[in-house]
Nanobody
Framework: VQLVESGGGSVQPGGSLRLSCAASGLNLAYYAVGWFRQAPGKEREGVSCITNPVSVGDQKTYYPDSVKGRFTISRDKDKKVVYLQMDSLTPDDTAVYYC??????????????WGQGTQVTVSS
């Protein structure tokens, strides 16, 4: 099983990036998927989660206050790729971003499956 993030890069403050999370050996359509980030010297922070479309019919999404209104998590039409649209980025958003998959957003912090991470740098 492998989760692969893509879409990271460098952007100026106020800019946008869209991260993608895809999986091999695992069908994300049957899992809740979360995005996390970790900046140097800081603890890992969850930035969003989208519920398991099988167990939760209407997709629900969760965000901490630090990114609410700026970040949007979504799935593609087949529900196999999960995106994180990040707008109005600030230097505080600079971190390595990871996606993770498990049965439920309630336990996503201890997810069974993690990607290798993609770097996001916000700088002028």
């Amino acid at each position: 099983v492998q989760l692969v993030e893509s879409g990271g890069g460098s952007v100026q403050p106020g800019g946008s990036l869209r991260l993608s999370c895809a999986a091999s050996g695992l069908n994300l359509a049957y899992y809740a998927v979360g995005w996390f980030r970790q900046a140097p010297g800081k603890e890992r922070e969850g930035v969003s989660c989208i519920t398991n479309p099988v167990s939760v019919g209407d997709q629900k999404t969760y965000y901490p206050d630090s990114v609410k209104g700026r970040f949007t998590i979504s799935r593609d039409k087949d529900k196999k790729v999960v995106y994180l649209q990040m707008d109005s980025l600030t230097p505080d958003d600079t971190a390595v971003y990871y996606c993770a998959a498990d049965r439920d957003c309630a336990i996503i912090d201890a997810a069974d499956y993690w990607g290798q991470g993609t770097q996001v740098t916000v700088s002028s």
